[in-house]
């Protein structure tokens, strides 16, 4: 059975940092490209980051840009995403998502989610 | 960046009813087109991906449709488990970007 586990959550002031882990199970993590997603309170979804499977590829909205790096340990099956100079409009639900293939694409299978809040 | 909209934003529907979702793309997307269900709580779910076919496990009363710019969403006949909001999201190019969503409701 496939399973994502985020964790790293939390309430930060603005300007802090977090780093988010995934750690997954049930599947060859190392064949599968990865992402961040994220939903504020009451909102839609929003693509953060991504990467592919052997993490030579990465991917950031802009408004992250320079702020976030996202990154895997492959012999750890983790993802993680470490969060900088955070802002008040990065208060969202992070969901660590499973791309169908190697490249990316689709996500198949998404984790439950780790609460990020950003304020003073 | 690519814009997804969606509509309508809100529909309500009964049970057993045919229901269709649409999804714009601002250029086109070609086949890049997937759909997601999302019920208060919880994560998404992939239904469609390649614009009309079904992931694991989803339910043949789901179909999808389209390419290029305009997409659909179908689900035949409304069960009770059905009622959610649905995303569309392509993943033509970076950034992926989802629509608005639509929020399918008991009438």
């Known amino acids: 059975e496939v399973q994502l586990l985020e964790s790293g959550g939390g309430l930060v002031q603005p300007g802090g940092s977090l780093r988010l882990s995934c750690a997954a199970s049930?599947?060859?993590?190392?064949?599968?490209?990865m992402a961040w997603i994220r939903q504020a309170p009451g909102k839609g979804l929003e693509w953060v980051s991504a990467?592919?499977?052997?993490?030579?590829?990465?991917y950031y909205v802009d408004s992250v840009k320079g702020r976030f790096t996202i990154s895997r340990d492959n012999s750890k099956n983790t993802l993680y995403l470490q969060m900088n100079n955070l802002r008040a409009e990065d208060t969202a639900l992070y969901y660590c998502?499973?791309?169908?293939?190697?490249?990316?694409?689709?996500?198949?299978?998404w984790g439950q989610g780790t609460q990020v809040t950003v304020s003073s | 960046e690519i814009v997804m909209t969606q509509s309508p934003a809100t529909l309500s529907v009964s049970p057993g009813e045919r229901v269709t979702l649409s999804c714009r793309a601002s250029q086109s997307v070609r086949s890049s087109l997937a759909w997601y269900q999302q019920k208060p709580g919880q994560a998404p779910r992939l239904l469609i991906y390649g614009a009309s076919t079904r992931a694991t496990d989803i339910p043949a009363r789901f179909s999808g449709s389209g390419s290029g710019t305009e997409f659909t969403l179908t689900i035949s006949s409304l069960q009770s488990e059905d009622f959610a909001v649905y995303y569309c999201q392509h993943y033509n190019n970076w950034p992926y970007t989802f629509g608005q969503g639509t929020k399918l409701e008991i009438k």
């Open positions: 998502a499973k791309a169908i293939e190697v490249s990316g694409g689709p996500r198949d299978y």
């Open positions: 049930g599947f060859s993590f190392a064949n599968y490209a």
């Open positions: 990467l592919t499977a052997s993490g030579a590829i990465t």
